[in-house]
């Protein structure tokens, strides 16, 4: 047994260590590894403790073995596939809910705590927290980390994070928020000092693992509703979003072209094939009777100011050009996707993991997901399907969401992979072709910049004094550059 092994194992128990290649193989891909690409990690752990990921952070700094951590492993980018051998941290059996604090509005959770797990129990005491459309089994802190992330709760407070706990190589334990005084506890992102847990945001894992951390909770209010307008156009669809968001008659909202909203119906069904209406060689215009695509607002609070934003926001989406569907016509036009929009932002409980539609693995999400301020997302919308048409191959389409308020929109038009792995293999490595020079000249034509980080290494370097402080910190947090160096950002 070498060193590092036996370092390892005195820490874990060996059902929570291993180095079986059987049980590696399961953590060498994710839905962004090219067919015949995958890459396994010599290691895999399992904490359960804080005081057990500070053990394995020093070992690691000490044996300068890179570290991965991975909390429900279901993002999409190859974030936390191990490229260079090194030890994946799994900290899915760190899933305890510490504690949900209704009068200071947090809950304290462990990175192996997934959205599902979340929603369900802050719905008992009529709580919500921040939910993405990521799938229910993903972590509730990692998505988070990944910012920008939640559509619930743009209303009010788009940055769910409050405090963490990190274990970094080069300074141990910190904790930032409130929580880095003693005693006084998780319920504050910012007190008298500079904010660090914003650091320790989009880090993907460079600079330590984060072992626990608190996040903002809402009250549900009396009522919810689901209000769903149809445009034939996306500048209108993008005027209305921006404008009942900005007036704060809605909480969140979220634009869907035809193809995803067949594809929601899809998702909840037991189907396995792509419709023949969604492979069809125009895929700007939708089917006969099919509108274009479909805003849903979520609106909440006391019923009678619901009953009054509800009006409004119909007013608004009339004056733009949309028409209100009632739940009948939207039943009508498009019966599963009223029942995804419905329960989702609705009920505010992310579908089980598990009871989704295995379609969902053809959808590449990693397509062209950029963020673009609200005056160029229609000029972008139009520049992606001319692009598409060149490129991509049926079916393709996009979603879009202001955040911040409407200060900013994300724009994701994304693409099916079907067909043989080799065929699958031959069209990814097309599309990861186009994105890295997509990436750039978006952001020259649109100032629209790349949504999460994609493994593109001279991103840090087109940003100046900015790149070099951060450099400076990964210096000082993780000096021998052992935090996923796979991800490529330092
Ligand atoms: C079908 C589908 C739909 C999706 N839709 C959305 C969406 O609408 N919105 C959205 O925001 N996302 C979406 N995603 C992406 C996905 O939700 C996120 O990637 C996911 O929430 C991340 O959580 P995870 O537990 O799977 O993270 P992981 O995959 O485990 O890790 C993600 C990154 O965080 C780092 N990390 C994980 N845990 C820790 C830790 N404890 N300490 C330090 N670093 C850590 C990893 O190293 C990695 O870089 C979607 C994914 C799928 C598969």
């Not at 705590?113 to 921040?130: E, G, M, N, P």
């Not at 609200?374 to 991509?392: G, H, I, S, T």
Request: charged letters at 20%; a neutral charge; one cysteine or more.
């Amino acid at each position: 047994m070498n060193e590092l092994k036996r370092a390892l194992f005195s820490v874990f128990p060996s059902d929570r260590v291993s180095d079986d290649p059987a049980i590696l193989a399961g953590y060498s891909a994710d839905s962004a590894t090219l067919p015949g690409s995958a890459t396994a990690p010599s290691y895999v752990v399992l904490p359960k403790t804080t005081d057990e990921i500070v053990h394995l952070v020093q070992i690691a700094h000490r044996s300068r073995i890179p570290l991965v951590p991975m909390s429900r492993g279901s993002n999409i980018a190859g974030m936390s596939v191990s490229v260079q051998g090194g030890i994946v941290v799994d900290c899915r059996m760190m899933n305890h809910i510490l504690e949900i604090n209704t009068e200071s509005g947090y809950a304290l959770i462990e990175p192996g705590v997934t959205l599902h797990q979340l929603s369900s129990a802050l719905q008992k005491k009529r709580f919500f927290c921040h939910l993405p459309t990521a799938t229910g089994g993903s972590s509730a802190l990692a998505n988070y980390m990944m910012r920008p992330s939640g559509n619930f709760s743009a209303r009010w407070d788009p940055d769910p994070l409050l405090s963490l706990e990190v274990v970094t190589p080069g300074q141990g334990v910190v904790r930032t928020g409130s929580a880095c005084f003693e005693n006084v506890g998780w319920r504050a992102r910012y007190q008298c000092l500079p904010d660090l847990t914003g650091l320790f945001a989009n880090s993907f894992g460079t600079l330590g693992v984060v072992s626990k951390g608190s996040v903002k909770i809402f009250d549900r209010g009396e009522t919810d509703k689901v209000l769903l307008v149809s445009f034939d156009e996306f500048s209108q669809a993008a005027e209305y979003m921006k404008l009942i968001v900005r007036r704060q008659l809605a909480e969140s909202v979220t634009f869907w072209s035809w193809g995803w909203n067949l594809f929601h119906e899809m998702t909840l069904s037991k189907e396995t094939r792509i419709p023949e209406a969604m492979l069809k060689e125009d895929q700007k215009s939708p089917p006969p009777g099919v509108p274009f695509g479909i805003a849903s607002a979520r609106l909440s609070g006391y019923e009678d100011v619901v009953q009054v934003q509800e009006e409004r926001c119909i007013r608004i989406a009339n004056e733009l050009g949309g028409e209100h569907l009632d739940d009948q016509k939207a039943r009508e036009i498009h019966p599963g996707c009223y029942n995804y929009l419905n329960g989702y932002f609705g009920k505010g409980v992310h579908i089980k993991p598990g009871e989704e539609s295995q379609i969902r693995a053809g959808l590449h999400l990693s397509g062209c997901l950029v963020t673009v301020q609200p005056e160029n997302v229609a000029k972008l919308e139009a520049y992606m399907w001319d692009l598409a048409r060149r490129e991509f191959e049926p079916p393709y389409f996009f979603r879009a969401l202001p955040y911040s308020h409407a200060r900013e929109f994300f724009f994701a038009f994304v693409v099916y992979v079907q067909g043989s792995l080799e065929e699958r293999r031959d069209y990814l490595t097309h599309i990861k072709g186009i994105y890295h020079q997509l990436y750039t000249d978006l952001r020259n034509k649109f100032g629209a910049v790349m949504f999460r980080f994609r493994k593109y290494p001279e991103f840090l370097s087109y940003t100046g004094g900015y790149g070099d402080l951060l450099k400076d910190i990964k210096k000082s947090v993780d000096p021998h550059n052992i935090m996923n160096p796979g991800m490529l950002i330092f």
